[in-house]
Structure formats: C-alpha cells, structure tokens
C-alpha cells in the first residue's frame, strides 16, 4: 500500500464513502508496481472502462512530473507498439504482427457494419483473434461467418487466430501474416 503526504484535491474522491485516487494517479502508482503487460492491460482497462482515454492519461502525466511511475507510463504510451485492445488475447497478437512486419495496426475499427479486432487498411486485411469467451458457441460462429463474408464480400482479406494459435504457436501466426504481407507486397508490382 502506498502512502502520501500531500495528495492535490482533483487526485482524490470517493467512491462509496472510500477516499480513492484518481485514474490517472492509480495509473501512476501501479506503474512503480506492474511489469510492462499488465501495465498496458490496466491502461486498456481504464480506457474501457471509460475513466480516461490514452492521450488525455498522457497529457495528464505532465501534471504529475516528477512522481515515481510517471516515466515508465509515458514510455509505455509513448512507445510505436502500443495499442488499444479488447483483450489480453489481443495484446499478445501486436507484437506477433510487428513482428511480421505489418505495422501497426488500427484497433477496434467498424467495417462492413462490424467492429473488427485489427485492420490494416493499406493491405485490405483483417485480423480477429478469437478467444472462447466470445466464440465458442455454435451462434456465436455463424456470425462470425457471416462476418467475415461480408468483408470477402468487399475485398477485404479475413484471418482469424484462435487463443491456442497466438498463445502457444505465435510462429505460425507471424509466418502466416508475413506470408499475407508478401502476398500483398507482389500484387502491388515494382
């Protein structure tokens, strides 16, 4: 537990008769304590939740200069690699498809009528990452198809990575993006 002697009044209000921090000094203080994903995930968390988005947690930081936690927090935000994502399923793909040599992808975007995990505009592609929680059922599958066909449909490239395949065999996963990524790259000629 951490302890302050002066706290500024708009870093503190309470939450059913229990004095709390702000989102963004609770950031701060889990900073000094979380290794880097679990960082990024409490950051994903916040923004999820609706408490603050990345870049008004980044322009907060400056009011906050000089605090433990605050540099590791700006270089997490400040880093190419990081991402907004649904799921730590999610955040372990970005990295895979950096890897790949994709770029850094938009997250989160509506496409067809359906929010997609990741598309990478420039190459026409799609990625999804599908966790059980949300496709595991068989009408939670004919969806996903319909989906994904409405995307073919367009010219659009889908992929799909189960939990398993991110996880345990992200060297599938990367060649599979790479190969995606040459694919596109030949089409496009000299």
Known sequence: MLHRRALREQDLSERDGIPVTSPVLTLVDLATMLDRAALTAAVNEADRLGLL?????????????????????????????????????????????????????????????????????????????????????????????????????????VLRFTHAQVRFDPGHVEATLRAILHRREGAAGP
């Open 53 to 157: 988005d990345p870049e008004t947690l980044r322009e907060a930081l400056e009011e906050h200069r000089g605090r433990r936690g605050v540099r590791r927090l700006r270089e997490l935000l400040d880093c190419e690699t990081f991402v907004l994502t649904d799921s730590e399923l999610e955040r372990m793909l970005v990295p895979i498809a950096l890897r790949a040599g994709l770029g850094k992808p938009e997250t989160q975007v509506w496409l067809n009528g359906f929010r997609v995990d990741f598309v990478w505009p420039e190459l026409r592609l799609v990625v999804e990452t599908d966790g059980l929680t949300y496709h595991r059922t068989p009408a939670q599958q004919a969806r996903d198809r319909v989906r994904d066909q409405a995307h073919a449909a367009s010219g659009w490239t």
